[in-house]
């Protein structure tokens, strides 16, 4: 390749960017406790992060409400780390002996964290920050015991776009903490759903923290406490039941949005299959010895990205839409959120998979980009957007989410295939940046340090970067290398070559300050349920990967003895990865995998890492496995940029006031709305008051009494904070009223907390809340 030349423009704009980083820095070093202690957070716990959350406030008179004073933000937390309490005793439920199957617990709770003043983490677009909430965000915790109670293993699928590394170390901790050895790194899984409209700010990793715009304690804790709750709940609920598996196809919901990196694997891999995307979903049925309904889990392969990069309401997207119409169904009388069953829809090999099946075209022309480098003729990968089946982004949600419970429902309904067998589980940790790789019985490769390469920042079909990057890039540029090597630092030699034919954007393995960019040490686990193994998988296996990896697995247990596991892949698990393609996807480049951080033997090392794993359980040799180096801990992380200040109501106005009324009628299909004066949505999330921020309720004339029919779980509830000028600010409640709604009397109640601080004292947090004047709803 021929030298560049840069023009004058060129190295003007290269010095303008240089010197704004250098002010950056500066700026951002005063943000920083620069002493950056890391301390290893073993198993036994002794490392918390120092800050804790709030107490929760109690409930006083409207704008007046009990206060709590405001605990100091996550930027000024001590270096030393609080010490964890003493273990304590926990009573176990009453385990009983004379029974098959196993014991069951189920459970569920809120984790949803900051709706406001926070990132969506996702899609990783600056501005996209919350500004409210459509859906609540659950954690829901399945706990399975062997009758005598000597093993048990715990799921937790989580409503979040991954599980960051820093989330399980602490629930981890809290968890030997309470209940000792009973619930361990190795048989704890924790999945993300990777809805990409839930708050960001939960990482520890320099690259996350910058896609969140700092590290929120305020979100993090209350995460943290909805994690463990929902395992709480789950280890109290424990009784007899059994756990039934079916499998079936779901159809017309994905696409493949890389097909061109999937046609690089072998077309005699590739013959083997119906389809580009794995269309089976698998589905755990959980009853009770009575055959009364417990719960579910079901892994499919889709990312929950229907809702697109321009919304800013908190919510779980498409898969978290199926939970909320299956739990709806089974706990008839309860709000969302609320009753005994507990249905998750967990994900799993989504790396390549969409569900905006309309593909991708040209926003500006209509015509299809579904190209290697999903470019248009005009206006270039910016253009180049993928659509759902719906008539907006709600729609298509709701399209995707109801044919994945649909077709759950279906296999609940017929699942007759009981799991038994013993339950077991193994779990290492691994530096990912230095695994020798066996290719066969004479040739080894290494995996790398951690590297982003340039088809990264092209993002995707289903949300595109800003800079207007292509997928499919293979060569570097000059320009964007110059200025790389300026602000960064020049990457190394091994490095470059390690990621062939990866041309590197950011060498995250080679960057350290203030903290590592990316992680060297990562979770590998399995654990087991009789015939069913799952495999969590701290990443976004693709399509194909998944398959090789269960094949292996597969292939591992029936090498000894153990034959016809199902093996499932349980994605964004325990620690965040990005992308794991094939090697032949490898070479493609396109988004998957330049986001192959450990280059483009990834995957083989893995195979090999989990086919250890398998071994082991098969072998029952798990105690003879190395626990492997441990992950860090860091104690001070880069504060939110956005600042805490103090909540306005206008003048003669107070808090929860109703500025703008609900029409007195309405008919079903239309949207009641009702404007309130409103205060920082943040400021609830660390004070639980209320447990929503608004209701719908009828009023029953026979009772004389307001009854609840919606909260902000409900699916017809949007909840939107307009965000105004020194601390004023007008919060929105709107109601798309349903068919199913009864014609009568109704109103919208709002709940808030405003922060108040008065001059030498401290920040103080005051519940409140509005009550919108009665309407009618009518039928005809």
């Known amino acids: 390749?021929?030298?560049?030349?840069?023009?004058?423009?060129?190295?003007?704009?290269?010095?303008?960017?240089?010197?704004?980083?250098?002010?950056?820095?500066?700026?951002?070093?005063?943000?920083?406790?620069?002493?950056?202690?890391?301390?290893?957070?073993?198993?036994?716990?002794?490392?918390?992060?120092?800050?804790?959350?709030?107490?929760?406030?109690?409930?006083?008179?409207?704008?007046t409400q009990s206060s709590t004073a405001t605990q100091r933000s996550t930027a000024t937390q001590s270096s030393t780390a609080t010490q964890t309490s003493p273990v304590t005793s926990t009573p176990e439920p009453p385990l009983f002996q004379n029974f098959s199957g196993y014991y069951i617990g189920v459970g569920r709770a809120d984790c949803t964290g900051q709706v406001a003043?926070?990132?969506?983490?996702?899609?990783?677009?600056?501005?996209?920050?919350?500004?409210?909430?459509?859906?609540?965000?659950?954690?829901?915790?399945?706990?399975?015991?062997?009758?005598?109670?000597?093993?048990?293993?715990?799921?937790v699928s989580i409503d979040i776009g991954m599980v960051s590394q820093r989330l399980r170390l602490e629930v981890l901790n809290r968890l030997q903490s309470k209940y000792g050895s009973l619930y361990r790194r190795d048989n704890v899984i924790l999945s993300g759903t990777h809805t990409h409209s839930g708050p960001a700010g939960y990482f520890q990793y320099t690259v996350f923290v910058i896609a969140s715009e700092g590290f929120s304690n305020r979100t993090f804790q209350h995460m943290v406490t909805g994690i463990l709750k929902s395992i709480d709940i789950a280890h109290t609920n424990m009784k007899p039941g059994k756990i039934f598996i079916n499998k079936g196809n779901v159809d017309g919901v994905q696409i493949n949005r890389s097909p061109y990196s999937y046609l690089q694997n072998p077309q005699s891999e590739r013959a083997r299959y119906s389809s580009n995307t794995d269309k089976e979903m698998v589905v755990l049925k959980m009853v009770d010895l009575n055959g009364d309904d417990l719960g579910l889990i079901s892994w499919f392969a889709i990312h929950p990205v229907s809702m697109n990069n321009s919304n800013h309401l908190v919510n779980s997207d498409n898969v978290g839409y199926a939970s909320y119409l299956l739990e709806q169904e089974k706990n008839k009388g309860y709000l969302p959120g609320q009753g005994p069953f507990v249905a998750a829809f967990a994900s799993s090999n989504l790396g390549d998979v969409s569900p905006n099946i309309l593909g991708p075209h040209c926003i500006n022309t209509g015509e299809s980009c579904d190209n290697a480098n999903s470019t248009c003729p005009i206006g270039g990968s910016n253009m180049c957007i993928a659509k759902g089946p719906g008539q907006d982004m709600f729609d298509s949600t709701q399209?995707?989410?109801?044919?994945?419970?649909?077709?759950?429902?279906?296999?609940?309904?017929?699942?007759?295939?009981?799991?038994?067998?013993?339950?077991?589980?193994?779990?290492q940790w691994v530096d990912m940046t230095n695994v020798t790789v066996w290719l066969n019985s004479t040739h080894t490769a290494k995996t790398c340090k951690p590297a982003l390469g340039y088809s990264f920042a092209a993002g995707t079909i289903d949300g595109v970067g800003g800079l207007n990057f292509t997928q499919g890039k293979t060569e570097g540029d000059p320009f964007w290398d110059t200025i790389r090597d300026q602000i960064l630092g020049k990457l190394s030699e091994e490095i470059k070559e390690c990621h062939k034919p990866k041309p590197i954007?950011?060498?995250?393995?080679?960057?350290?300050?203030?903290?590592?960019?990316?992680?060297d040490i990562v979770d590998v686990q399995i654990i087991t349920l009789g015939s069913l193994a799952i495999t969590a998988i701290p990443g976004e296996f693709t399509?194909?990967?998944?398959?090789?990896?269960?094949?292996?697995?597969?292939?591992?247990?029936?090498?000894?003895?153990?034959?016809?596991?199902?093996?499932?892949?349980?994605?964004?698990?325990n620690v965040y990865t990005h992308y794991i393609t094939t090697y032949e996807e490898y070479q493609a480049q396109r988004y998957e995998a330049a986001s192959t951080i450990y280059g483009p033997h990834t995957l083989s090392a893995y195979i090999q890492l989990f086919r250890n794993l398998a071994k082991a359980i098969a072998t029952d040799t798990v105690a003879n496995l190395s626990r492997g180096p441990e992950p860090p801990f860091f104690?001070?992380?880069?504060?939110?940029?956005?600042?805490?200040?103090?909540?306005?109501?206008?003048?003669?106005?107070?808090?929860?006031?109703?500025?703008?009324?609900?029409?007195?009628?309405?008919?079903?299909g239309e949207v009641a709305e009702v404007t309130f004066?409103?205060?920082?949505?943040?400021?609830?999330?660390?004070?639980?008051?209320?447990?929503?921020?608004?209701?719908?309720?009828?009023?029953?004339?026979?009772?004389?009494?307001?009854?609840?029919?919606?909260?902000?779980?409900?699916?017809?509830?949007?909840?939107?904070?307009?965000?105004?000028?020194?601390?004023?600010?007008?919060?929105?409640?709107?109601?798309?009223?349903?068919?199913?709604?009864?014609?009568?009397i109704y109103r919208i109640r709002y709940f808030g907390h405003n922060r108040k601080q008065d001059i030498l004292k401290p920040a103080v947090i005051l519940s409140f809340e509005g009550t919108s004047p009665a309407f009618e709803v009518v039928t005809t």
């Open 635 to 668: 104690q001070q992380l880069i504060v939110p940029l956005i600042p805490n200040i103090v909540d306005r109501a206008p003048i003669g106005r107070t808090f929860g006031d109703v500025l703008q009324p609900a029409k007195p009628e309405y008919r079903v």
């Open 1 to 63: 390749m021929a030298k560049r030349t840069f023009s004058n423009l060129e190295t003007f704009l290269i010095f303008l960017l240089v010197m704004m980083t250098a002010i950056t820095v500066a700026l951002l070093s005063l943000l920083f406790i620069t002493s950056g202690t890391i301390e290893n957070h073993k198993d036994s716990g002794g490392h918390l992060f120092s800050t804790t959350p709030n107490p929760p406030a109690t409930q006083g008179s409207t704008a």
């Open 399 to 427: 399209i995707i989410g109801r044919a994945m419970y649909q077709r759950a429902k279906e296999l609940y309904a017929s699942a007759s295939q009981e799991v038994t067998g013993p339950l077991a589980s193994a779990h």
């Open 505 to 519: 954007l950011l060498h995250t393995g080679e960057l350290s300050k203030p903290h590592p960019w990316h992680p």
């Open 543 to 573: 399509t194909m990967s998944g398959r090789r990896l269960r094949e292996a697995v597969q292939a591992e247990f029936a090498s000894h003895g153990v034959q016809n596991m199902t093996v499932v892949i349980s994605g964004l698990c």
């Open 117 to 155: 003043d926070i990132n969506l983490m996702g899609y990783s677009k600056s501005g996209q920050n919350a500004q409210g909430i459509l859906t609540r965000l659950y954690s829901r915790a399945f706990i399975m015991a062997e009758p005598d109670g000597s093993n048990r293993t715990v799921f």
């Open 677 to 744: 004066v409103g205060a920082n949505p943040k400021n609830s999330a660390q004070n639980e008051t209320h447990q929503t921020f608004l209701t719908v309720e009828k009023y029953e004339a026979t009772s004389t009494s307001w009854q609840i029919v919606c909260n902000d779980a409900s699916w017809e509830t949007r909840f939107y904070w307009h965000k105004g000028l020194l601390g004023l600010s007008n919060a929105t409640v709107e109601w798309h009223i349903p068919d199913t709604a009864q014609p009568g």
